[in-house]
């Protein structure tokens, strides 16, 4: 009976472990002994580093002609149990229910927005974590255009100054006034409980996303938690509310709920932490990529964070892994010593810094450049043409040159 490599998710990793596997499983001539198959709710690489932005078209292109061009399958619906010990996992699809057995696992299904215990949070908060969140958003911010001039219409609150919150609290002032109308008076404000916002990427960085603030007109709120949201607005932990019909949530990120059930190691993200194998090591056959593990990124004591960039490459390794243990062959060290970001800064441009010292590379109008490329050629899925795509499946392919 042919062998089973099974990948859950068809996000950035789980696309690249499928491919990288079937590179493999070609090289070594093996599609006579191990089928790859990919389950995800749906054949779609959600393209979540630009749910930020206004214009929602061509968020979820179809990976299906890829997938064939790899010679991988793909089952549709979710993954809701795993089996560490007898090596199945339960699939579910409306109405069905059904046991798969696996040789190699690759947990590959992401993360989600953290929530934390706080009054009204949940069901008065927006996010941008998934299309659909995000088009939600999208619908309300269209609707406000048909309620009164106030303050609480006017006023758009960004829990959260993490990159994921300067990017969507700098690209609202321009959204709002195409809404609202250019004599509007939108006020975004972003609510953080650090003492600056963007320290976190060091102090030269720093200085150029807060110029980047001011220019784009949005006020900060710093050293405050939200303590509770509304219809009307949030409270804030030094007790001034702001009226606000618009709270965005973008403070925490949790692994996906999957990784509760593979033994061993997990990080306080709910990460499942992995030596350089990115095999679970606490359970045969399991490998783990993506914003599900956590795993060092280098000799120097980084490790990767949750972001497409780790994710494409430690999808190649842990897809490469998951057919090399099945085929008796050495597995490959992850390894990505290479770490950028670029941080979109809405009109005023963006900023992109190399190294986790976060060095500022470029900034304004040139680094917005290599954003839009980052963001529509980049983090797209490839051309369905195997060759092409096998070209630049290997494991120490460098995703960020
Ligand atoms: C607004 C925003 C901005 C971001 N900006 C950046 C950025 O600028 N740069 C950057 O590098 N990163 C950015 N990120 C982070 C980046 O998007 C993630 O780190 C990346 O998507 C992780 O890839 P992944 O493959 O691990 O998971 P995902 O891309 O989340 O894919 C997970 C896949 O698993 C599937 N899945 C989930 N549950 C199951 C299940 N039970 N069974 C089967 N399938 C399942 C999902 O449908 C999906 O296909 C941003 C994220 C957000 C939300």
């Not at 220019?215 to 702001?242: A, K, P, Q, Y």
Request: charged share 20%; proline share 5%.
């Amino acid at each position: 009976m042919k062998k089973r490599i099974i990948v859950a998710g068809a996000g950035f990793s789980g696309m690249w472990a499928a491919i990288s596997a079937a590179r493999l499983v070609h090289l070594k001539n093996a599609e006579n002994q191990i089928d790859i198959f990919l389950v995800s709710p749906e054949p779609k690489l959600t393209i979540r580093p630009r749910l930020y932005e206004a214009e929602l078209t061509n968020m979820a292109p179809s990976i299906l002609e890829v997938l064939q061009a790899a010679n991988v399958k793909y089952i549709s619906g979710s993954v809701i149990d795993i089996d560490a010990i007898n090596k199945t996992i339960t699939v579910e699809k409306p109405n069905e229910k059904t046991l798969v057995n696996y040789d190699a696992f690759v947990l590959a299904t992401g993360s989600r927005v953290f929530y934390p215990e706080l009054e009204g949070l949940k069901e008065y908060s927006f996010n941008v974590n998934s299309l659909t969140q995000a088009q939600r958003l999208e619908k309300h911010l269209l609707a406000l255009a048909s309620e009164p001039d106030s303050a609480a219409r006017n006023t758009v609150v960004v829990a959260g100054g993490g990159l994921t919150g300067l990017e969507t609290a700098t690209e609202m002032p321009e959204r709002l006034k195409s809404i609202l109308g250019d004599r509007s008076h939108p006020q975004v404000i972003i609510v953080d409980n650090a003492k600056k916002i963007g320290l976190a990427m060091g102090e030269k960085a720093c200085e150029i996303i807060n110029e980047a603030l001011v220019s784009n007109g949005i006020s900060v709120r710093t050293g405050v938690r939200v303590v509770s949201v509304d219809e009307h607005g949030v409270t804030l932990s030094d007790g001034e509310f702001i009226p606000s019909k618009t709270v965005i949530w973008t403070a925490g990120m949790r692994a996906n709920e999957l990784t509760s059930l593979i033994p061993g190691p997990h990080d306080p993200l709910g990460r499942v932490i992995s030596d350089s194998t990115l095999r679970a090591s606490d359970a045969n056959g399991i490998f783990v990529t993506g914003d599900t593990v956590k795993v060092a990124t280098d000799d120097e004591g980084n490790f990767n964070v949750m972001s497409c960039q780790h994710a494409m490459s430690l999808g190649r390794v842990a897809g490469h892994n998951a057919a090399a243990d099945i085929l008796n062959l050495p597995l490959h060290p992850y390894s990505q010593p290479k770490y950028v970001t670029c941080l979109d800064l809405g009109k005023w441009g963006a900023i992109f810094t190399e190294g986790w010292e976060h060095q500022v590379i470029y900034q304004g109008e040139e680094a917005k450049k290599i954003k839009q490329e980052i963001n529509t050629l980049w983090i797209y899925p490839p051309e369905p043409d195997r060759e092409k795509i096998f070209s630049v499946a290997n494991p120490d392919y460098v995703v960020v040159p």
